[in-house]
T-cell receptor
Framework: GAGVSQSPSNKVTEKGKDVELRCDPI?????LYWYRQRLGQGLEFLIY????????KSGLPSDRFSAERTGESVSTLTIQRTQQEDSAVYLC???????????????FGPGTRLLVL | AQKVTQAQTEISVVEKEDVTLDCVYE???????LFWYKQPPSGELVFLIR??????QNEISGRYSWNFQKSTSSFNFTITASQVVDSAVYFC???????????????FGKGITLSVRP
């Protein structure tokens, strides 16, 4: 079946502009995560969605970052007034929701490479 | 707080050599889960393995093997008879105990870039 897809694959923008990044999770996966990967670094958690529950936004680095999810499908990560420090790869992952205390494996999309000039 | 340390940043080997990628973790949870992911040049993270903290049995999958040592908080990954296609960045990740529906966010190490030369 289809994996996690993300668009665009690459985005170049000017400092101060807003950008929107899109994620389509695997069908049936109700949990969705956004991570950021800076050059040469590991992944940093940004935000988590699960069904109709309030999202866990604890990883968002500033109020310029926000994300939405439509039901249990598409999610959009928005960065307002982009800064050069926002340049990174933004990765989306989805998983089934655990029904017992065992985390389900997260499956990742190919990422969006964002470059802020 | 949780932390994953991958002290090796870059490793270069010649094809058919064995190579071990180190991973050391820190957590206060008594139940936790460890993962390895592979990130080839295409950028997409590929899941390799998940290990529960209460299961210390080592695992082998083809040329891949994993050595989980709870006493030293390590979860090392060995590739036997490496191939050029193994060239990628490898990430070790940790997730603490979870509850149904809870955020299963992963804490990642910085990754190890493995280059396998023909």
């Amino acid at each position: 079946g289809a994996g996690v897809s993300q668009s665009p694959s690459n985005k170049v923008t000017e400092k101060g502009k807003d950008v929107e990044l899109r994620c389509d999770p695997i069908s049936g996966h109700t949990a969705l995560y956004w991570y950021r990967q800076r050059l040469g670094q590991g992944l940093e958690f940004l935000i988590y969605f699960q069904g109709n529950s309030a999202p866990d936004k604890s990883g968002l680095p500033s109020d310029r970052f926000s994300a939405e999810r439509t039901g249990e499908s598409v999610s959009t990560l928005t960065i307002q007034r982009t800064q050069q420090e926002d340049s990174a790869v933004y990765l989306c992952a989805s998983s089934l929701v655990p029904v017992v205390s065992i985390p389900e494996t997260q499956y990742f999309g190919p990422g969006t490479r964002l470059l802020v000039l | 707080a949780q932390k994953v340390t991958q002290a090796q940043t870059e490793i270069s080997v010649v094809e058919k050599e064995d190579v071990t990628l180190d991973c050391v973790y820190e957590t206060r949870d008594t139940t936790y889960y460890l993962f390895w992911y592979k990130q080839p040049p295409s950028g997409e993270l590929v899941f390799l393995i998940r290990r529960n903290s209460f299961d210390e049995q080592n695992e082998i999958s083809g040329r891949y093997s994993w050595n989980f040592q709870k006493s030293t908080s390590s979860f090392n990954f060995t590739i036997t008879a490496s191939q050029v296609v193994d060239s990628a960045v490898y990430f070790c990740a940790l997730r603490g105990r979870t509850f149904a529906g809870a955020n299963s966010k992963l804490t990642f190490g910085k990754g190890i870039t493995l280059s396998v030369r023909p």
